[in-house]
């Protein structure tokens, strides 16, 4: 005997009328059908059919909670009368008619339901288990899961995502901290992995449910009444086949007999025959063990919070200089701060100067220039051989400064589940246009797998810009995805003195107007556009010279063929050729105006500068650049369209009150570089007290125990 559940919005449910005919041939006898309405409507059933012998009950619930709270919401109503049937079935109205076609033809025949029943077993999902039905999930990722936005079923295709969708305080695990009872909770905590049931589908045995105190039902239902957040029925839909499934057979076990079934959630799903579908992803047992963990560990015995600074570099360009700004920020609230990078460099005087040791490391470079042809230590084999043999310290905290460390961090992998291991923040300044081959020689983001991998091996990643972060959207809520926009600090660096950098010794009139560009002459940042601009004020009869300042010989052949011939044709004297300079400000101190015309940036660093020194700043609208100016598009224009950008430039120049645009820059600066404070510290202590959260939510183990 069973009774029938069904949650009903609005979607046809003409299909139950079939669905229950199609049990009375099976000869599982149908008992009553409750409908619950939760968009102020009622469904119509022919109630001549199949239904005449069945009693049906309509109830009204406020459209909270989906049918989650539906579901939950008759258990409790109906708790001391369950044991009344031996099966509920629970039925989402769009069962058989969901937008995802794919997803529909999962459905189990309800024919083959019932002889699933006939087999005694407690919980039966009604989604195939291919892609995304009742399957494994390692618990540690699923108690972790908390989705950044959401786009309905019938926004598939355009993903166009719910602009009423609040993200979740806390994960998973919060959820189930809050609502289950301690028996519960650590039942489901000391399993490696768990059954999901996805599709909000599934027929359920009455003593399962019974099994469940009464208690943890209501404070089931509470929650989802509350509708604090859409993310709390996500929640609710991964616990379902969890709390009620039979008993947890052996981790061994698991492995053995269900390699193609162990997923990690939210993930990408890919089938046997290569088919990808949205949901999850396939963890193969033959070649990846999800069990698989770092044997170092040394616990860190220390009087204050210590963190480590990976660098790849200690030159005066943008991603060290950003990574100073961090440095400072922890430092003057009292953090243990050391950085390591494989070569030293002019910046090394400046980490130096704030207190923080610096590690130079050829082990390091080698690591980073063989990991894609050698076997690469994990993260925390390879902090353990460096730092702490030379400062006997332990980092609880790391941070990794660009995308080049992508494939030493995907070999993180469930060693940042060991107790003792530190925390990991990536810090991802780069974007696909803008590391060109480069991008392609890391063996961890060749691929959308493999990119998720490195995601995964991760605590939280940090974007420069949300262009960064925007090619890496797929995967947040993996992890926490911020954004920490940078600043310049450029007035208060050391540098060369700046006595000899005048219009006098650079021969430039007094009356001239000065514009500079700063960066690697290359055909990417479109140099030649200000030599066009320059040409263009001239003519119009402004005195105009140009400052180019940065490297001729990365892009040599750009720069015989386009800088020089226009140098050559307005004279030495009108444009000037500068080599890079370890201090640029006094060369930008000279400039009316400063120009960007890149066409592909991230956050550009020579733009910040000028910002800075309140230079006012004409720019293109490459990649993140736009960004920077999102205050002031008029002096932004298209990368591609260079009548546009001479024409800014000479409106810009013949602009009385230009002085102020820069003021408002240099305010713009300011702020960046208070929001930059903030944020860091937020993140640190974020990132710490997930540490904390997964101690209490069993996602934290003894590496040295399981591995011995």
């Given at each position: ?172 695990c919060r959820f189930l901290q809050d609502v ?93 025959e290569g088919r990808s579908y949205p949901g ?429």
């Open positions: 005997m069973v009774d029938i559940v069904v949650a009903y919005c609005q979607k046809n449910i003409s299909w139950l009328e079939k669905g229950v005919q199609d049990l009375l041939s099976t000869e599982v006898i149908s008992r009553k059908i409750y409908i619950y309405c939760m968009c102020g409507r009622e469904p119509y059933l022919d109630l001549t059919g199949q239904f005449m012998n069945l009693e049906l009950i309509i109830n009204h619930l406020p459209n909270r909670g989906r049918n989650d709270m539906a579901f939950t919401y008759h258990i409790v109503s109906d708790f001391n009368k369950i044991s009344e049937v031996d099966y509920i079935f629970f039925f989402k109205d769009s069962m058989m008619n969901y937008p995802i076609t794919f997803i529909r033809n999962l459905l189990l025949p309800l024919k083959e339901v019932s002889q699933q029943l006939r087999l005694g077993s407690s919980f039966i999902c009604l989604q195939r288990p291919d892609a995304g039905g009742m399957d494994w999930h390692v618990r540690q990722e699923t108690w972790k899961f908390r989705l950044p936005y959401y786009a309905s079923a019938d926004n598939y295709k355009t993903m166009k995502t719910d602009k009423n969708f609040k993200r979740a305080n806390g994960t998973m289950l009872g301690p028996t519960e909770f650590d039942h489901l905590k000391h399993n490696e992995f768990i059954k999901v049931c996805y599709g909000g589908n599934f027929v359920v045995r009455t003593n399962k449910i019974q099994q469940i105190p009464f208690s943890v039902w209501q404070r089931i239902l509470e929650r989802l009444r509350i509708h604090e957040n859409g993310e709390v029925m996500h929640f609710m839909e991964r616990t379902w086949a969890a709390l009620l499934s039979d008993s947890y057979a052996s981790t061994r076990r698991i492995i053995i007999e269900n390699r193609s079934l162990i997923s990690f959630p939210h993930l990408q799903f890919i089938d046997q999850m992803q396939l963890l193969k047992g033959e070649k990846s063990d999800p069990l698989a963990l770092s044997t170092t560990v040394t616990t860190l015995h220390q009087s204050r919070p210590s963190i480590l600074l990976v660098s790849h570099e200690l030159t005066r360009t943008g991603a060290p200089l950003y990574l100073l700004h961090v440095a400072k920020i922890l430092v003057q609230r009292g953090e243990n701060v050391f950085l390591i990078a494989p070569s030293d460099g002019s910046l090394s005087h400046d980490f130096w100067a704030e207190g923080v040791e610096v590690i130079i490391s050829n082990v390091l470079h080698f690591k980073q220039r063989t990991c894609a042809k050698l076997s690469c230590p994990t993260p925390t084999d390879l902090i353990q051989d460096i730092v702490q043999t030379k400062t006997g310290l332990r980092p609880d905290t790391v941070l990794w400064n660009t995308i080049v460390w992508a494939d030493i961090l995907s070999l993180s992998g469930q060693s940042r589940y060991c107790q003792n291991s530190p925390q990991m923040i990536w810090v991802i300044h780069e974007w696909v246009p803008e590391v060109g081959n480069s991008w392609k020689r890391l063996r961890a983001i060749s691929s959308e797998s493999k990119q998720r991998q490195v995601v995964l091996s991760v605590d939280a990643i940090v974007f420069c810009s949300e262009l960064a972060r925007r090619q890496w959207q797929r995967f947040d809520g993996l992890v926490p995805f911020s954004t920490i926009h940078g600043f310049s600090k450029l007035h208060d660096t050391d540098g060369p003195s700046s006595s000899n950098i005048t219009r006098k010794n650079l021969k430039i009139p007094s009356d001239a107007f000065v514009v500079t560009t700063v960066g690697t002459i290359c055909l990417r940042k479109q140099q030649h556009w200000a030599i066009t601009a320059i040409s263009e004020l001239r003519q119009r009869g402004i005195n105009a010279v140009l400052l180019m300042i940065g490297d001729t010989e990365t892009d040599k052949d750009f720069f015989l063929k386009r800088i020089l011939p226009g140098q050559e044709e307005l004279g030495n004297d009108t444009i000037q050729v500068i080599p890079e300079q370890v201090d640029i400000a006094p060369y930008l101190l000279l400039a009316n105006l400063h120009i960007s015309s890149s066409r592909e940036e991230t956050y550009p660093l020579n733009t910040l500068e000028a910002m800075a020194l309140s230079i006012p700043v004409v720019a293109t609208r490459a990649g993140g650049t736009e960004e920077q100016f999102s205050h002031d598009a008029q002096w932004m224009t298209s990368e591609v369209d260079l009548d546009d950008f001479v024409a800014t430039v000479y409106k810009a120049a013949t602009m009385h009150n230009l002085s102020e645009y820069g003021k408002i820059l240099s305010q713009k600066n300011r702020h960046n570089e208070h929001q930059f404070q903030r944020k860091t510290e937020d993140l640190v202590d974020a990132v710490r007290s997930m540490k904390k959260e997964d101690f209490r939510c069993g996602l934290l183990i003894d590496c040295k125990k399981v591995n011995n």
